[in-house]
């Protein structure tokens, strides 16, 4: 029983603390982003081994100021097909960057964090934040709702009645 209440303790550190960090995300406005500017050297579509559930897809930027790949994230093959982004961007031309900085970079070094890309103070690309609130939403209300299991279970062990009924079962 102990594994089982140290392993809902640290499920709900984590649902809090992720659903925390995804409203953080939705909420920051584009002047706490870290902006620069980079020329494209090359656009690639990145596919991302994904578990059991296939495969996931990131348009990847790969710019010549610097070796560090910055990216978006696309999500699944249909999503990333229809994305029209990589219409827009033409190699060879610098574009406004802005990435959010508490994306931290994949196994390979890329760094999915792009939320908005400009050029010539027009607006190409701007990634909504309605997603990170509604996961953030969810992961929060999951993170609560184990909160109270974990409140409820503490509160059972201590009510007197659970003490006289264990006496009684072991007497038997």
């Not at 760094?111 to 103070?121: A, F, P, V, Y």
């Not at 299991?149 to 009924?165: F, G, M, Q």
Request: positive net charge; aromatic residues 12%.
């Amino acid at each position: 029983m102990k594994q089982n209440r140290t392993t809902l303790i640290f499920t709900t550190i984590v649902f809090i603390a992720g659903g925390l960090l995804l409203i953080y995300r939705g909420l920051q406005p584009i002047d706490n982003l870290y902006k620069f500017s980079g020329t494209v050297a090359n656009l690639t579509i990145q596919e991302l081994e994904s578990g059991k559930s296939g495969y996931r897809y990131s348009l990847d930027f790969a710019l010549g100021e610097t070796e560090k790949v910055y990216g978006i994230y696309l999500g699944t093959k249909d999503q990333a097909d229809k994305n029209e982004l990589k219409n827009k961007i033409e190699l060879g031309k610098t574009y406004t960057f802005y990435v959010d900085q508490t994306v931290s970079p994949s196994a390979d070094g890329n760094t999915l964090g792009i939320r908005s890309i400009e050029n010539d103070g027009q607006m190409i690309y701007k990634e909504s934040s309605k997603a990170s609130y509604i996961g953030g939403s969810l992961f929060l209300t999951m993170g609560l709702v184990t909160l109270l299991i974990l409140i409820y279970w503490d509160k059972r062990k201590k009510t007197p009645y659970n003490k006289v009924h264990n006496q009684w079962r072991g007497s038997v």
